[in-house]
């Protein structure tokens, strides 16, 4: 019967613990956050491809592209209803300039197969203030 006492005891610690699931954000506010401390600056037509270490799909809502510190945002002005985790964005520039004008691809991250596009609006960069 001794042996059976801290097999209880641990058991009990685990029940009484609540489980802490890590909610997930809305699409606006998990965008806020990333833009946490960031200032918007004027809206551009184009960036440059090349310069894009870092691409993030927010739900229905935005891609935000990374060069150096500042991040990009670009809210599509068609087909954003389909962005989501489970798509990748495929794009064909012979210019090497994403623009407002461009389309974007997006593939299914798992089949590979065509999901659909969206066109895309201004980029507004979004850059940290400037410390004291």
């Not at 097999?7 to 998990?30: D, F, H, R, S």
């Not at 806020?32 to 960036?47: F, S, V």
């Not at 989501?84 to 520039?93: A, E, P, R, S």
Request: glycine share 6%; with cysteine.
């Amino acid at each position: 019967m001794r042996s059976l006492v801290p097999v209880l005891i641990a058991a009990t610690a685990l029940v009484a613990t609540p489980a802490v699931a890590k909610e997930k954000l809305a699409p606006e506010a998990q965008l806020a956050k990333l833009l946490e401390g960031r200032t918007a600056g004027e809206p551009q037509d184009c960036i440059t491809l090349s310069s894009v270490s870092d691409s993030q799909v927010i739900d229905k809502t935005a891609i935000v592209y990374r060069i150096g510190g500042t991040l990009w945002v670009n809210r599509p002005t068609t087909g954003a209803e389909s962005l989501n985790d489970d798509v990748v964005l495929v794009t064909k520039l012979p210019t090497g300039r994403l623009c407002s004008i461009d389309t974007v691809e997006l593939h299914d991250r798992t089949s590979h197969f065509y999901r659909g596009f969206v066109g895309l609006g201004k980029f507004v960069p979004y850059r940290r203030a400037a410390s004291d």
